[in-house]
């Protein structure tokens, strides 16, 4: 529910104000970018002594993982969230991750009726 109500949304819009649309709403980047640390603060205490979000490696980790892949999108530094780069790396390194990150490919158009 925290990557629903939380993650998702609040580091959506990070990425439309900081990425896609930088230096166009001030308010707006400085916003997103203090949630997106806020955000990054409860994960790095979440993880805090525990190797994945919700005890064994979850659906948890497989909805959060791909929205703190694009940290440099929010303007985080992951040497400030220890726990989280270490969480982040390793499962960055797991092969299903590897082969989740590269979907959606182009496979054909959209086929018409």
């Keep these: 529910m925290w990557q629903m109500g939380g993650v998702g949304p609040m580091l959506g ?3 439309h104000f900081l990425h896609f649309n930088a230096g166009k709403a001030s308010y707006a980047e400085e916003r ?4 997106a640390r806020r955000l990054y603060g409860v994960l790095d205490r979440r993880l805090a002594g525990r190797e994945f979000l919700a005890g ?5 980790d497989m909805a959060t993982w ?13 040497s400030d969230f220890p ?3 270490r969480w982040y790396t390793e499962l960055a390194d797991r092969p299903a991750v590897q082969r989740g990150y590269h979907v959606p490919r182009a496979v054909n158009e959209i086929p018409l009726p």
């Design 83 to 85: 726990n989280v780069r």
């Design 56 to 60: 064994d490696y979850s659906i948890a």
């Design 66 to 78: 791909p929205w703190i892949s694009r940290f440099e999108w929010q303007r985080i530094n992951l």
């Design 13 to 15: 819009q990070a990425h």
């Design 32 to 35: 997103y970018a203090n949630e």
